[in-house]
């Protein structure tokens, strides 16, 4: 099969430190990305990962991970699976929507979802995820076609290039790897020589996943790696300015700003209820202050009073009175 050069066909395109918002589990929702492009926004927002056979059956919520925000000429939507067929019914569906492209979870460690063939376990048959990648190849006529990936089972660097150079010769447009194994926890920083491996052995775009938190971050990352794109996960949950910060630094290193920490949680907060099910509510915006609550001296004590709270305005309370109580922490310097 002929490699296809894809910087010529792909319709999202890569310009040099090309920014991503990562697909989170209960946090890359509307609200987030919004909150997100309010900072300035990045080049590229992907949704939380999304059930293949719950969209491609209807259920019920699944409509609320897909709203084209903050642009859908920027947005990728993410779904997972275990079943060829049922992927490329959703892929199908998803492709009707909005959206600059669909990405498929090829990464995911989470044991449950291993167990049921999803994610990283895409990753031990290679044969399989090219001919996945082909049907929705042949499916996806006017959206890229990505797919988000680990190292494998182990530091293999052999396995993850012939894996990759499959996919990319089926019809990938764009990959981003987290350069961990699948049983390496998050605690354990990644090995971003495999992206710089990627990188060169690939003709598709590379985007690197995984630690960076800055500026400073950002930099050793692109240094070791080369990378097309670099997709920030935590880190923007902590900071949702990271992204403005780490491009208004590329122009000029000696760029500082200070960032309203209540603004930006106000911000969220208003925000939610416009993007996310009633029933999704409390349990997405506790999930966001559990990594924004890290800006806080005493973070772990209001996270911990924000997981017992039963509504929005009494986490607004909370977290609006702590700031009251602590003006010297108001403002968060860039």
């Not at 990728?76 to 998803?94: F, H, N, V, W, Y």
């Not at 971003?192 to 590379?206: D, N, Q, T, Y």
């Not at 935590?234 to 780490?246: C, E, L, N, Q, T």
Request: overall charge positive.
């Amino acid at each position: 099969m002929h490699l296809r050069l894809v910087y010529s066909f792909i319709m999202v395109r890569f310009p040099e430190n090309t920014l991503i918002c990562a697909p989170m589990a209960e946090i890359s929702h509307g609200a987030f990305r919004f909150l997100i492009n309010t900072y300035g926004g990045c080049d590229l927002y992907f949704t939380e990962m999304i059930s293949a056979g719950g969209y491609a059956a209807g259920s019920q919520f699944e409509d609320s991970y897909v709203q084209p925000v903050p642009s859908p000429e920027k947005l990728i939507i993410q779904t997972a699976g275990g079943e060829s067929e049922i992927i490329r019914k959703a892929a199908e569906k998803l492709s009707r929507l909005p959206c600059a492209g669909i990405d498929i979870n090829m990464g995911c460690s989470v044991a449950e979802f291993y167990r049921r063939g999803w994610g990283a376990a895409w990753m031990k048959d290679r044969e399989k995820a090219g001919k996945l990648i082909r049907d929705l190849r042949g499916v996806l006529k006017d959206k890229s076609l990505s797919a988000k990936v680990r190292i494998g089972e182990q530091e293999d660097p052999e396995y993850l290039v012939r894996f990759c150079r499959t996919l990319e010769e089926e019809g990938l447009d764009f990959i981003t790897l987290n350069p961990r194994t699948r049983k390496t926890r998050l605690s354990r920083p990644g090995d971003w020589s495999f992206v710089a491996l990627l990188k060169k052995e690939l003709h598709i775009p590379v985007a690197g996943n995984g630690d960076i938190t800055d500026y400073q971050s950002f930099c050793r990352r692109k240094e070791a790696s080369g990378a097309d794109g670099f997709m920030i996960g935590r880190g923007a949950v902590w900071s949702p300015w990271i992204f403005h910060s780490i491009k208004e630094k590329l122009r000029n290193p000696y760029f500082r700003e200070e960032i309203s920490l209540p603004e930006a949680a106000e911000t969220f907060l208003q925000a939610v209820p416009g993007f996310l099910p009633e029933d999704f509510l409390l349990s997405r915006t506790k999930k966001f202050f559990f990594y924004f609550s890290r800006n806080l001296k005493f973070g772990t004590q209001v996270y911990n009073s924000i997981l017992q709270a039963e509504s929005l305005e009494k986490i607004r309370s909370l977290i609006m009175g702590y700031f009251e109580r602590n003006p010297g922490e108001v403002l968060r310097k860039t």
